[in-house]
């Protein structure tokens, strides 16, 4: 059952840069991708992105808040729409 959400949430469409980081035999690193900021609220945002994740998959927001280096944010859900993927986010950091 999805909660219900606790912030209103603000629909935008901007686009931005996102980055997963991972562990592998060669080492450590980050794969960027490309998203559209959909929506956003206090505590996280939806992205359209052509990228699939899974719930509980970390995401790094870039361009999102000019104040902040990058906020973070796990899948709390994903959908297939058409060629890309909607992804609902909660954010790790504020």
């Not at 959400?5 to 690193?29: H, V, W």
């Not at 992105?49 to 719930?55: C, D, G, L, S």
Request: overall charge neutral.
């Amino acid at each position: 059952m999805q909660k219900e959400r606790q912030y209103p949430r603000k629909k935008l469409a901007r686009d931005i840069m996102c980055f997963t980081e991972y562990n592998s035999e060669g080492g450590t690193g980050r794969s960027y991708f490309f998203a559209t900021l959909v929506d956003v609220s206090k505590n996280g945002a939806g992205i359209k992105t052509e990228q699939n994740y899974t719930p509980d998959d970390e995401i790094w927001l870039h361009g999102f808040d000019a104040a902040a280096e990058g906020v973070s944010g796990k899948v709390i859900w994903a959908k297939k729409a058409g060629d890309l993927y909607s992804l609902g986010l909660h954010f790790s950091t504020h």
